[in-house]
């Protein structure tokens, strides 16, 4: 969103921006409309779907007994080859990750499978079984993770401590100025920096795998007439990386946009350790809570940014959840320094924003 203090007297920069806004969008149908006429959709109307946090936008396009969705994946901000990669690769793994159709790399636009309606998160609303998809999810994790280690660890991005650092600065970064009004002084953000430096090494697990990075509800659904875990599809995995086992758990049990039951994570904790007897659990455990806290930091600041820069204050309502995730995670020994840091340059009136 852009800042008023920096627009002309007379609102001439929103004027022009709002413009070039509509220029671009207009530019953005067009090809659009001619991709889906070069791969033979000419004349179908794309209907839109629901977007997430990214630049990405999802349509749904289809009659005469056939169906897709469009994806529309702006370049510079994004970037479809690593879809196109991960994609190939679960469906090669037997997963349920959508088939390509039709690709345009160099103006972003991708045509592919359609699952349906039927996310983790729409089926939870309507009062589906919790146990039974969280289950389902689990399961699909454990033999996907296990599939790789037969087939050995994919070449994609390494998730190693500048990866992880990078996120876990957007805490100072963006959330400090908007809880406090003010940025964090270079003495406490080195600080911080300096103590993720110390505490990440110990989050680090023999064998790193396949990490999808959000693995939660919004980007799971059910498949009908799909059995065992090629039931439970799987969207939104173009930043995966290789890192740690416990990543894609947490990810799934500490949801930043949806209360999940403390019982129910810590069945399906145990559900995933029992299909990984020689692994060591006090470790596991150690690495899943700095990796959760790390994850909850980012997604702190994430949300922060997308209202202060995107103009997107929705995220805003998440916060509350986020911080009580965070102070769970921060009761590891493992995290005492951060929880420290964090008690003497955000305390608990800080850890709330209001748009």
């Not at 790789?148 to 990078?166: F, I, S």
Request: hydrophobic share 45%; glycine share 8%.
């Amino acid at each position: 969103m852009p800042d008023p203090s920096a627009l002309g007297s007379h609102g001439e920069g929103l004027a022009l921006t709002a413009a070039q806004a509509v220029s671009r969008d207009i530019d953005r149908h067009q090809a659009m409309a001619a991709f889906l006429a070069g791969c033979g959709w000419e004349g179908h109307k794309p209907v839109p779907l629901a977007g997430d946090a990214s630049f990405r936008r999802y349509y749904r396009v289809g009659g005469r007994g056939r169906c897709a969705v469009l994806m529309d994946a702006p370049p510079p901000q994004e970037d479809v080859a690593p879809y196109i990669a991960v994609s190939r690769l679960l469906r090669q793994l037997g997963f349920s990750a959508p088939e390509v159709f039709a690709e345009d790399r160099m103006r972003g636009f991708l045509l592919i499978e359609d699952f349906g309606d039927d996310t983790y998160t729409r089926l939870l609303d309507r009062g589906a079984d919790e146990p039974a998809l969280y289950g389902l999810a689990i399961d699909t994790l454990i033999e996907l993770q296990q599939a790789v280690k037969t087939c050995g660890t994919p070449h994609l991005p390494v998730y190693d401590a500048g990866r992880l650092l990078a996120e876990a600065v957007l805490l100072v970064d963006w959330y400090v100025p908007a809880a406090l009004g003010k940025p964090l002084a270079a003495g406490p953000r080195g600080e911080y920096l300096d103590l993720w430096r110390m505490v990440l090494p110990h989050a680090a697990l023999p064998d790193d795998t396949l990490v999808l990075r959000d693995y939660h509800v919004d980007n799971l659904m059910l498949l009908p007439g799909r059995s065992g875990v090629q039931g439970c599809g799987l969207l939104d995995f173009q930043d995966a990386v290789c890192g740690p086992l416990s990543y894609d758990l947490i990810s799934l049990l500490e949801d930043a946009r949806r209360d999940v039951a403390a019982e129910l994570r810590s069945a399906m904790t145990e559900r995933y350790l029992r299909a990984f007897p020689t692994l060591d659990r006090e470790a596991f455990l150690r690495s899943a809570a700095i990796l959760a806290a790390q994850r909850n930091c980012k997604i702190l600041g994430i949300f922060s940014r997308l209202w202060r820069r995107d103009g997107k204050p929705r995220y805003l309502a998440h916060l509350p959840r986020v911080w009580r995730l965070l102070e769970e995670d921060l009761a590891h020994p493992a995290l005492t320094p951060i929880a420290r840091w964090l008690d003497r340059h955000l305390p608990r009136s800080a850890r709330h924003i209001c748009a």
